[in-house]
């Protein structure tokens, strides 16, 4: 008897032990993840000013790009252990906590105001990956051509913000004769590449040791893919966003969102169903699916009234946000 009892207690301990690791590497990557986007967002918005581009392009490109390289490596991974559950639940659950949770929280935080050009620009777009990712879904799987047609989405996009960061400096140019003093531009490539290096193995980190937490707690993967993963692979996209807000980048912290919404519709989804082809549950698309456009929609009348996300816009999407993860626990 005493055998049994010696071992069942070591086992005991062996968890608390591996618990108590998995706490401490998550506050680990909670300030890996705090001082890559200060590097980041003070790297990028210093370049964009260089080069006389507009923040918002900056962080619609280079930024979403970095931030959405969480749910890349996630997904990826899903997909080849066939996982597919966890692969397309990590994209819409993150895009729902990118507008509900990150711009709700961010605009609590610091109010934001946001340019007409993004209202009727830049979030049309956003609206049309997430409806073009909902109409290829309809027939139950995300197929190697609906990969395709989202990653020819993604090059599109790509041309919009190259065509749009030329008007910018054109008229930078114009009004100043150049486009910007270059000496420190090497300083802030280095500052991206830090800030990018810090998300993503602070994003590792966080999302590795609350998924061991949560499976600990007896929680399934369909769960985890939609709320901790999720959760965890949206940080960086938080980190940089509240950062930005913060520092009165309003246009870097809303541009991250849109543009990383973009990039894990078309790059993510469009790249990963490319190299195997994404089940997605009649459930996903009767529920969760509808549910992000949702989300999207809704910053249409949010922002459209005053041309800011307020505090009270802001606690409306969290408070949304809220209730749908509430809904995945009652």
């Excluded at 005493?2 to 108590?20: D, F, I």
């Excluded at 895009?95 to 109010?111: F, H, S």
């Excluded at 870097?252 to 969102?257: A, H, I, P, R, T």
């Excluded at 509808?290 to 005053?306: C, D, V």
């Amino acid at each position: 008897m005493n055998a049994p009892l010696g071992v069942s207690t070591a086992l005991m301990q062996e968890k608390e032990s591996s618990l108590l690791t998995s706490i401490i590497l998550l506050f680990v990557g909670l300030l890996l993840l705090y001082y890559g986007a200060e590097y980041l967002v003070k790297g990028s918005s210093q370049l964009a000013l260089s080069f006389g581009i507009r923040p918002l392009i900056i962080g619609m490109t280079v930024v979403a790009l970095a931030t959405s390289m969480p749910e890349m490596m996630v997904s990826l991974a899903a997909v080849f252990k066939k996982s597919t559950d966890l692969a397309a639940g990590n994209i819409i659950g993150s895009n729902i906590a990118n507008i509900g949770l990150i711009l709700g929280a961010t605009a609590l935080i610091a109010p934001m105001a946001v340019a007409r050009g993004t209202l009727v620009r830049e979030l049309p777009i956003m609206l049309f990956a997430s409806a073009t990712v909902f109409v290829l879904a309809l027939d139950g799987q995300l197929g190697r051509f609906d990969g395709f047609l989202l990653l020819t989405g993604l090059v599109f996009f790509l041309g919009y913000c190259y065509l749009s960061s030329r008007k910018s400096l054109t008229a930078t140019d114009n009004a100043t004769g150049r486009a910007g003093s270059p000496p420190h531009r090497g300083r802030n490539l280095l500052l991206i590449l830090v800030g990018i290096v810090g998300l993503g193995l602070g994003a590792e980190l966080m999302v590795r040791s609350a998924v061991f937490i949560a499976r600990q707690l007896g929680v399934s993967d369909l769960i985890i893919g939609m709320t901790v993963v999720a959760l965890g692979t949206s940080l960086p996209e938080f980190a940089a966003s509240t950062v930005s807000a913060l520092k009165g980048e309003a246009d870097l912290s809303v541009g991250n969102v849109l543009g990383s919404n973009i990039f894990n519709l078309f790059f993510v989804l469009g790249f990963c169903s490319l190299m195997r082809p994404i089940k997605i549950d009649t459930s996903v698309i009767g529920y969760e699916l509808p549910l992000m456009m949702l989300f999207s929609l809704a910053l249409w009348p949010l922002i459209q009234r005053r041309l800011r996300l307020g505090r009270t816009e802001g606690g409306l999407l969290l408070l949304a946000y809220l209730i749908f993860i509430s809904f995945y626990f009652l």
